[in-house]
């Protein structure tokens, strides 16, 4: 794994000022937070993006903390989507405050803290989001305009024979069969690397393909993956959305304030 991303970052200098001061006014509160999106798959990866924002891990019950510390700071900060996002702005710049995923499956947990890494970005010591839940998170991005295969294929190719597969295998639970896909699909990128999947993690899996039962709920687990291409799904052919109560988090109205925001 990388030791650390490079201490300017991907960034301008105006950006590189507001997201150095981001991370010590976070620190000088005494905030729980972990650093993913670009710069932790730059930590894993040695894969560097140019970005305009700084994506910011906290616990759902240190949001509101969170937009306090940017709001007293100078900083425009918002809770965009009720069950996932906030932001806090300068400029053209933004800090990205996630303390679950768009599909709600993913929420951060007192586990991302206790298995984060340790690294350093803009000249700052910092604890990454784990490859585990990087991992976890980005398995679910399949949208038309943006699919995150590739880089849950380029976190196995760098994390892979250092993973905690148990954990990982528990993040997914009953969505074990995502996983699976990106493993597939992972020894067809990369055919002579196929041993940084342990046999035995595919052997699992595959075994637990072969004995599954079909359902029998009427379901579709398609809005898991993209908020807007399973729509005729669930408002036309009479698919549940697993998304919502019973079988999911998000209330009725997250749900359709996060799929107008993708149409």
Request: hydrophobic letters at 40%; proline letters at 5%.
């Amino acid at each position: 794994m990388s030791a650390k991303v490079p201490s300017n970052g991907p960034w301008y200098p105006d950006a590189f000022r507001f997201y150095r001061h981001a991370l010590e006014i976070m620190d000088t509160a005494g905030v729980p937070f972990l650093l993913g999106g670009a710069c932790g798959f730059g930590f894993y990866t040695g894969i560097i993006r140019h970005t305009k924002d700084l994506d910011l891990f906290v616990h759902p019950a240190h949001v509101r903390q969170t937009l306090d510390v940017f709001a007293a700071a100078g900083y425009r900060a918002e809770l965009v989507f009720a069950h996932w996002l906030a932001k806090a702005y300068h400029g053209d710049d933004f800090v990205d405050v996630i303390f679950s995923s768009g599909n709600g499956l993913c929420p951060v947990d007192n586990v991302w803290f206790d298995h984060a890494m340790e690294g350093e970005v803009l000249g700052t010591r910092v604890r990454f989001v784990a490859a585990e839940e990087m991992i976890w998170q980005k398995a679910y991005i399949m949208e038309r305009e943006r699919f995150d295969g590739a880089d849950v294929s380029h976190l196995l190719h760098a994390c892979g024979r250092q993973l905690d597969w148990d954990h990982l295998l528990a993040r997914f639970g009953p969505h074990w069969r995502v996983l699976l896909s990106h493993l597939i699909l992972y020894g067809f990128v990369y055919p002579s690397d196929r041993e940084s999947i342990p046999v035995g993690v595919l052997q699992t899996l595959i075994d637990r393909l072969q004995d599954e039962p079909a359902g029998t709920e009427s379901l579709c687990q398609g809005p898991l993956l993209s908020r807007t291409q399973y729509l005729v799904d669930t408002e036309e052919w009479g698919y549940a959305d697993p998304r919502m109560a019973p079988r999911g988090p998000m209330t009725e109205d997250q749900v359709a304030r996060w799929t107008d925001a993708g149409r």
